[in-house]
């Protein structure tokens, strides 16, 4: 059964860090590039970043530098590790495999979401 479950989420002040976790099941991680994705209210979701088989990593411009992505194949689990967090990260944040080159999501079920709102 395919599952992707986020966690991690929460209210952080300006400036501060956050480390969400995707935990997934029935997608053969180990051979899937993982990416992280996020939707805040009224806008598309976009592609945060993302991580190859290898472990290469890309990031879009407004997080590069920031944000950083692992993943622990034994675990079956990707990981974002999000600092100097500013208001404009507060979003719904999701994971999903993606396509290497294009970052474009290969599954059609995503899982819950987990919520980071970036407030004082």
């Known amino acids: 059964q395919v599952q992707l479950v986020e966690s991690g989420g929460g209210l952080v002040q300006p400036g501060g860090s956050l480390r969400l976790s995707c935990a997934t099941s029935?997608?053969?991680?180990?051979?899937?590039?993982m990416g992280w994705f996020r939707q805040a209210p009224g806008k598309q979701r976009e592609l945060v970043g993302l991580?190859?088989?290898?472990?290469?990593?890309k990031y879009a411009d407004s997080v590069k530098g920031r944000f950083t992505i692992s993943r622990d194949n034994a675990k079956n689990t990707v990981y974002l590790q999000m600092n100097s967090l500013k208001p404009d990260d507060t979003a719904a944040y999701y994971c999903?495999?993606?396509?290497?080159?294009?970052?474009?999501?290969?599954?059609?079920?995503w899982g819950q979401g987990t919520q980071v709102t970036v407030s004082s």
């Open positions: 991580i190859t088989i290898g472990g290469s990593t």
């Open positions: 029935g997608i053969f991680f180990d051979i899937r590039s």
């Open positions: 999903n495999a993606v396509t290497p080159g294009t970052g474009s999501p290969l599954l059609s079920l």
